[in-house]
C-alpha cells in the first residue's frame, strides 16, 4: 500500500496541470465569495441573510475544479493507457483505488483549507462593513462562532467528499468526459428537478437525497431548523454518495480488463 501510495503521490505532484487546478479551485473559491460578499447588504435586523453562505458561495464553483481533478487521476490513464501499467506494478486494484482516493482527499482538503477558510475570514472583515454587526442581529462572523465554525470546516469535508465521489464515478465510466459529465449531472440534475416538481413532499424528499443539495446544508447558520436535514446528517448523505461511488469504482475495476 505505501508503495502504491507513493506513486500516486508522485503522479499526481509530476502531473502538469496539477498546480494550474489547485490553484484554480482557490482561487475561485476565494474569488467569488469575496464578490458576494462585497455585493450583498444588511440594513436592518430583518434581512435575515446568512453570512456563512454568502462567505462560502465560492464553494460552488470551487467544487467543479476538485471535481474535474479527480475524474483525472484515473481516466488520464485510461486516455493514455497508463493503467496497464499501473495495474501491472501494482495488481492489487483495490489498493490502487484507495492509495488514489487518499490521494484525492488530499488534494481536495489542500484546495479546501486555502480556500474554504480563505473565504470565511474574509467574510469576517468585509461582511460588517455590509451591515452584519451585533445591532442587525450578527454578534459573530469569526471562526470563534460554533455555526461559522462547522459551516467553514464542513464545506473543506464537502470539497473531500466531491472528490471521492468524481473519482469512484470516473473508475467506473473511465473517461473523462463521461466522468465529468455524470458528475456534473448528479451534482445539479436534482436542483434542476426541485424547480420542476410542485408536491410538498417529493420536493423535500430530493431535497434529502440530492448530493450538492443535502451536503452544502452543512453551510447554513440561519434557519437551520428549517432544513431538509441537519447540516451534518446532508453532509453524511454526501458521504453515502461517494461511499456508492467508490464502492461501484472498486466493483467494476475489478471485474473488467484494463
Known amino acids: 500500500m505505501r ?5 500516486e503521490w508522485t503522479k499526481l505532484r509530476t502531473s502538469a496541470g496539477t498546480f494550474w487546478l489547485l490553484a484554480a479551485a482557490m482561487v475561485l473559491t476565494i ?3 469575496a464578490i458576494a460578499d462585497a455585493g450583498v ?3 436592518s435586523a430583518a434581512c435575515n441573510h446568512d453570512p456563512a453562505k454568502i462567505s462560502l458561495s465560492g464553494v460552488y464553483l470551487g ?3 476538485v471535481a474535474i481533478s479527480a475524474v483525472t487521476i484515473i481516466s488520464g490513464e485510461y486516455g493514455t493507457g497508463m493503467i ?3 495495474l501491472t506494478a501494482m495488481p492489487n486494484r483495490v489498493a490502487v483505488l484507495a492509495a488514489k482516493a487518499i490521494v484525492a482527499a488530499g488534494w481536495a482538503l489542500g484546495a479546501g483549507l486555502v480556500g474554504v477558510v480563505g473565504s470565511a475570514l474574509l467574510g469576517q472583515l468585509m461582511l460588517p462593513g455590509k451591515g452584519f454587526t451585533a445591532t442587525n442581529g450578527y454578534p459573530s462572523l469569526g471562526l470563534s462562532d460554533a455555526g461559522i465554525l462547522r459551516a467553514t470546516f464542513g464545506s473543506v469535508l464537502y470539497f473531500v467528499l466531491i472528490a471521492l465521489l468524481s473519482l469512484g464515478i470516473a473508475t467506473a465510466v473511465r473517461d473523462a468526459a463521461a466522468g465529468i459529465g455524470v458528475v456534473l449531472g448528479l451534482l445539479f440534475a436534482f436542483p434542476i428537478a426541485l424547480v420542476m416538481v410542485g408536491n410538498p413532499h417529493w420536493h423535500r424528499r ?5 448530493p450538492m443539495t443535502s451536503g452544502l446544508g452543512i453551510q447554513t447558520t440561519v434557519g437551520v431548523r428549517g432544513l431538509p436535514l441537519s447540516p451534518w446528517v446532508g453532509l453524511g448523505v454526501l458521504g453515502l454518495w461517494a461511499a456508492g461511488a467508490l464502492l461501484l469504482g472498486a466493483l467494476v475495476l475489478q471485474l ?3
Open 84 to 86: 496497464r501499467t499501473t
Open 3 to 7: 508503495f502504491a501510495l507513493h506513486a
Open 63 to 65: 467544487q467543479l475544479v
Open 41 to 43: 447588504h444588511c440594513g
Open 206 to 210: 430530493l431535497e434529502q437525497i440530492a
Open 256 to 258: 473488467r480488463d484494463a
Open 31 to 33: 474569488g467569488l465569495g
